[in-house]
């Protein structure tokens, strides 16, 4: 994203997407990228140097259903 500032980047994660938004000289660049897991939204971080932005986020493990035995009376 040569060109764009950082404070013109606005990223929002949010279950199994990431939602990247820039402008840029009166132009808007718009991208949502579906992600396979749900994401962890509270581990999401992003850098951006020399033109390059990096998202790191953690995945979320699927719970498995909890079961229990009940006892019958």
Do not use: C, W
Not at 2 to 10: H, I, M, Q, Y
Not at 31 to 37: A, E
Not at 48 to 71: A, C, D, R
């Amino acid at each position: 994203m040569p060109g764009v500032e950082k404070s013109d980047v606005k990223i929002v994660v949010e279950n199994n997407t990431v939602d990247l938004s820039a402008e840029h000289d009166n132009k808007k660049y718009h991208v949502k990228v579906p992600v396979q897991h749900k994401v962890d939204e509270n581990s999401a971080k992003a850098t951006y140097k020399n033109g390059v932005l990096e998202i790191v986020f953690k995945l979320v493990e699927e719970q498995k259903p909890k079961s229990k035995t009940v006892e019958v009376e």
